[in-house]
C-alpha cells in the first residue's frame, strides 16, 4: 500500500479582533502530515502531501468534487463523433496570482504548456503514462483548447482532475531557471489559496486566500505532525477539528463524517511462473480465497470483498458497484484438491514444486493469510516457503514481477478503472478485446458491457483474488462546512470550506 497520511487534522484559530468596533475573524486549518510536500510544480509533483497543497492552490480543466467530476476552468466542452478530438471552451476569469495587485489571465495556452510538458520524456513526469496518447493539442484562440488522442480514452476527463493538467505559464517558468515549484518566489498558480511562506527548514508552509469567498476559510497551514498524542485524542479534546480514521473507532466522537472505501486486500498471481500459468492450479488456490469464504476467517468481522474494483471507483455519476455486478466464479463450486491434481496433471508435474508466499507484515489481514497458507498445506498438500514484508515493499516487489504468489492491500490513485483491467490485456483475445472496446466506447453507459465482461475473465480465471475491503473515515467538526476529501489519496479539498 502507497504510505499513507498518518492524520490530516484541521484546527480553528481563535478570533482576532480588528482594530474598530466590529469583530473580524480569520479561520486556519492546520494540517498535519507525517512528512512535508517538497516540489510544489504540478508536472512533476506525485506524493499525497504535494497532491493535497496543489488541490488547493490550482485550478484545473475539471476537479473531482463529491465523488464525481466536475468542470472547473472549463466551461463546457465538445466531444468529435469518433470519440478523439476534445474541444474545451473555458472560462475567462480565471488567473494567476503574482501580487495583491498583479495577476495574470489563464488562458488556454497555459494548459497546451502544462500538457506538452507532461509529454516532453525530459520532464520525467510520472504521468506521462496517462496521457501519451495525445496526438496533437492546438489553441484556437485564447479561450478554446482542442486537444486530438490516437485512441479513444473513456477516461480522459477524468485524466484532466490530475494536476498534471493543471495550466502553467510558459513565461513565468522560463523565468524560474529551473526552480519551477520549489521557492515561493517560482510558484504561480491559479486557485483560491497561493503559498505565502515556506520554513527554510521544511517544517511548514503556509497557504492564504487570494479569491475571495464569504465565509470561507481565510488560510491553510501544513506541517509536519506531532506524533506523541493519538489525534482521535487531540480531537475528543477539542485541540483538533478532523483527522483520517484508518483503524480507529470513531462511534463516541460528534461530528461530521465521511467513509468510503479506498482499498481491497487481494491475492495476486505471477502468472510468468510456469506452474501458475495454469488456470486450474491458479483456481485450487484461490478456492481458499475468493471473497474469503473458504478462508477459516470470521466472515462477520471483515468486509467480504467479491469485485475487483474499490468501492471508491464510479463509472460516469455512478458507484461501480451499483453498475458492474460481478458473477460469482465457478471454481467455487468445484473440489480445490481435485482442480490442482487436473493441473498438476496437465503440466506432467507431481507437485507445484518450489513457490514462494509474500505476506504483508504490517495489516490485520496478515493472519488471515497466514490462515489460508495453512489451508493450502492441509488440504492440497502444497507446501510454500513465506516471505513477511512491509507492504511498500511488496509492491515493489509485484512491479517488478518478482514474486509467485502476493497478499496486498491496494488502493488506487486515480478513479480510473483501466489501471485494474489493462494489466491483463495480453492475457487473451477476449480481454484484449474488452480493453480496446471500453477505450473506444462513447461513454461510460456503453463501456460498462465491457467492463463487466473483462472483470468477470479475471475472476473466473482467478487473475486477481478479491478478499475483503477497507473503509476508510475522515472525521470534522460540525462548524465546518463544505470540507471535501478524494479518495484516491486521501486529499483534503478545502477550496470551498467555510466555518458556520
Same mark, same amino acid.
Given at each position: 500500500?502507497?504510505?499513507?497520511?498518518?492524520?490530516?487534522?484541521?484546527?480553528?484559530?481563535?478570533?482576532?479582533?480588528?482594530?474598530?468596533?466590529?469583530?473580524?475573524?480569520?479561520?486556519?486549518?492546520?494540517?498535519?502530515?507525517?512528512?512535508?510536500?517538497?516540489?510544489?510544480?504540478?508536472?512533476?509533483?506525485?506524493?499525497?502531501?504535494e497532491l493535497l497543497v496543489l488541490t488547493n492552490i490550482y485550478d484545473g480543466l475539471f476537479e473531482y468534487r463529491n465523488g464525481t467530476v466536475q468542470p472547473n476552468v472549463c466551461e463546457r466542452y465538445d466531444l468529435s463523433a469518433d470519440g478523439l478530438t476534445y474541444t474545451f471552451y473555458l472560462k475567462n476569469d480565471s488567473s494567476f496570482y503574482l501580487s495583491k495587485n498583479e495577476q495574470i489571465p489563464v488562458t488556454a495556452q497555459d494548459f497546451d504548456f502544462a500538457l506538452s510538458r507532461v509529454l516532453d520524456k525530459s520532464t520525467r513526469s510520472p504521468y506521462y503514462s496517462s496521457f501519451s496518447h495525445i496526438e496533437n493539442i492546438l489553441v484556437i484562440d485564447d479561450y478554446t483548447l482542442q486537444?486530438?488522442?490516437?485512441?479513444?480514452?473513456?477516461?480522459?476527463?477524468?485524466?484532466?482532475?490530475?494536476?498534471?493538467?493543471?495550466?502553467?505559464?510558459?513565461?513565468?517558468?522560463?523565468?524560474?531557471?529551473?526552480?519551477?515549484?520549489?521557492?515561493?518566489?517560482?510558484?504561480?498558480?491559479?486557485?483560491?489559496?497561493?503559498?505565502?511562506?515556506?520554513?527554510?527548514?521544511?517544517?511548514?508552509?503556509?497557504?492564504?486566500?487570494?479569491?475571495?469567498?464569504?465565509?470561507?476559510?481565510?488560510?491553510?497551514?501544513?506541517?509536519?505532525?506531532?506524533?506523541?498524542?493519538?489525534?482521535?485524542?487531540?480531537?475528543?479534546?477539542?485541540?483538533?477539528?478532523?483527522?483520517?480514521?484508518?483503524?480507529?473507532?470513531?462511534?463516541?466522537?460528534?461530528?461530521?463524517?465521511?467513509?468510503? !472505501?479506498?482499498?481491497?486486500?487481494?491475492?495476486?498471481?505471477?502468472?510468468?511462473?510456469?506452474?501458475?500459468?495454469?488456470?486450474?492450479?491458479?483456481?485450487?488456490?484461490?478456492?481458499?480465497?475468493?471473497?474469503?469464504?473458504?478462508?477459516?476467517?470470521?466472515?462477520?468481522?471483515?468486509?467480504?470483498?467479491?469485485?475487483?474494483?474499490?468501492?471508491?471507483?464510479?463509472?460516469?455519476?455512478?458507484?461501480?458497484?451499483?453498475?458492474?455486478?460481478?458473477?460469482?466464479?465457478?471454481?467455487? !463450486?468445484?473440489?480445490?484438491?481435485?482442480?490442482?491434481?487436473?493441473?498438476?496433471?496437465?503440466?506432467?508435474?507431481?507437485?507445484?514444486?518450489?513457490?514462494?508466499?509474500?505476506?504483508?507484515?504490517?495489516?490485520?489481514?496478515?493472519?488471515?493469510?497466514?490462515?489460508?497458507?495453512?489451508?493450502?498445506?492441509?488440504?492440497?498438500?502444497?507446501?510454500?516457503?513465506?516471505?513477511?514484508?512491509?507492504?511498500?515493499?511488496?509492491?515493489?516487489?509485484?512491479?517488478?514481477?518478482?514474486?509467485?504468489?502476493?497478499?496486498?492491500?491496494?488502493?488506487?490513485?486515480?478513479?480510473?478503472?483501466?489501471?485494474?483491467?489493462?494489466?491483463?490485456?495480453?492475457?487473451?483475445?477476449?480481454?484484449?478485446?474488452?480493453?480496446?472496446?471500453?477505450?473506444?466506447?462513447?461513454?461510460?453507459?456503453?463501456?460498462?458491457?465491457?467492463?463487466?465482461?473483462?472483470?468477470?475473465?479475471?475472476?473466473?480465471?482467478?487473475?486477481?483474488?478479491?478478499?475483503?475491503?477497507?473503509?476508510?473515515?475522515?472525521?470534522?467538526?460540525?462548524?465546518?462546512?463544505?470540507?471535501?476529501?478524494?479518495?484516491?489519496?486521501?486529499?483534503?479539498?478545502?477550496?470551498?470550506?467555510?466555518?458556520?
Amino acid at each position: 500500500m502507497k504510505k499513507k497520511f498518518l492524520a490530516v487534522v484541521l484546527c480553528l484559530c481563535t478570533v482576532l479582533m480588528t482594530a474598530c468596533s466590529s469583530a473580524g475573524t480569520i479561520s486556519t486549518y492546520t494540517i498535519s502530515l507525517d512528512e512535508m510536500p517538497k516540489n510544489f510544480d504540478p508536472q512533476v509533483a506525485s506524493s499525497d502531501s504535494e497532491l493535497l497543497v496543489l488541490t488547493n492552490i490550482y485550478d484545473g480543466l475539471f476537479e473531482y468534487r463529491n465523488g464525481t467530476v466536475q468542470p472547473n476552468v472549463c466551461e463546457r466542452y465538445d466531444l468529435s463523433a469518433d470519440g478523439l478530438t476534445y474541444t474545451f471552451y473555458l472560462k475567462n476569469d480565471s488567473s494567476f496570482y503574482l501580487s495583491k495587485n498583479e495577476q495574470i489571465p489563464v488562458t488556454a495556452q497555459d494548459f497546451d504548456f502544462a500538457l506538452s510538458r507532461v509529454l516532453d520524456k525530459s520532464t520525467r513526469s510520472p504521468y506521462y503514462s496517462s496521457f501519451s496518447h495525445i496526438e496533437n493539442i492546438l489553441v484556437i484562440d485564447d479561450y478554446t483548447l482542442q486537444v486530438t488522442l490516437s485512441k479513444a480514452d473513456n477516461e480522459f476527463i477524468a485524466k484532466l482532475c490530475l494536476p498534471a493538467a493543471f495550466p502553467c505559464n510558459r513565461d513565468f517558468f522560463a523565468k524560474t531557471n529551473g526552480a519551477y515549484g520549489l521557492r515561493v518566489n517560482d510558484i504561480l498558480s491559479n486557485g483560491p489559496f497561493t503559498i505565502n511562506y515556506l520554513a527554510d527548514d521544511g517544517s511548514y508552509a503556509t497557504l492564504v486566500r487570494v479569491v475571495e469567498k464569504n465565509g470561507g476559510i481565510d488560510r491553510i497551514r501544513v506541517s509536519l505532525s506531532d506524533k506523541e498524542t493519538p489525534v482521535s485524542q487531540l480531537y475528543a479534546d477539542d485541540k483538533i477539528s478532523g483527522f483520517f480514521a484508518y483503524n480507529s473507532d470513531i462511534s463516541s466522537l460528534d461530528g461530521t463524517v465521511y467513509s468510503y !472505501e479506498n482499498s481491497t486486500f487481494n491475492m495476486f498471481f505471477n502468472t510468468e511462473n510456469e506452474v501458475l500459468q495454469n488456470t486450474d492450479i491458479r483456481r485450487a488456490f484461490s478456492y481458499y480465497c475468493y471473497a474469503m469464504e473458504n478462508s477459516g476467517a470470521n466472515l462477520e468481522a471483515v468486509n467480504q470483498q467479491y469485485s475487483i474494483f474499490t468501492g471508491a471507483m464510479t463509472m460516469g455519476d455512478s458507484r461501480i458497484d451499483d453498475v458492474i455486478l460481478p458473477t460469482r466464479p465457478s471454481y467455487m !463450486e468445484k473440489d480445490a484438491k481435485k482442480l490442482l491434481q487436473d493441473g498438476l496433471g496437465e503440466l506432467g508435474k507431481m507437485s507445484i514444486g518450489s513457490l514462494t508466499v509474500l505476506i504483508p507484515s504490517d495489516v490485520a489481514y496478515s493472519v488471515i493469510a497466514e490462515n489460508i497458507n495453512q489451508l493450502w498445506q492441509k488440504n492440497l498438500n502444497a507446501f510454500l516457503a513465506v516471505e513477511f514484508l512491509p507492504s511498500a515493499e511488496i509492491e515493489k516487489r509485484l512491479a517488478r514481477g518478482d514474486f509467485d504468489i502476493a497478499f496486498y492491500s491496494y488502493t488506487p490513485t486515480e478513479n480510473n478503472i483501466l489501471n485494474v483491467i489493462e494489466p491483463f490485456a495480453n492475457y487473451s483475445s477476449d480481454m484484449e478485446n474488452c480493453v480496446n472496446n471500453i477505450k473506444s466506447s462513447s461513454g461510460s453507459s456503453a463501456a460498462a458491457q465491457y467492463v463487466s465482461q473483462a472483470q468477470n475473465i479475471i475472476l473466473e480465471k482467478a487473475l486477481i483474488v478479491p478478499m475483503c475491503s477497507d473503509s476508510a473515515n475522515y472525521i470534522h467538526k460540525d462548524y465546518f462546512t463544505g470540507v471535501e476529501v478524494n479518495p484516491f489519496g486521501n486529499i483534503v479539498n478545502l477550496k470551498y470550506a467555510a466555518v458556520r
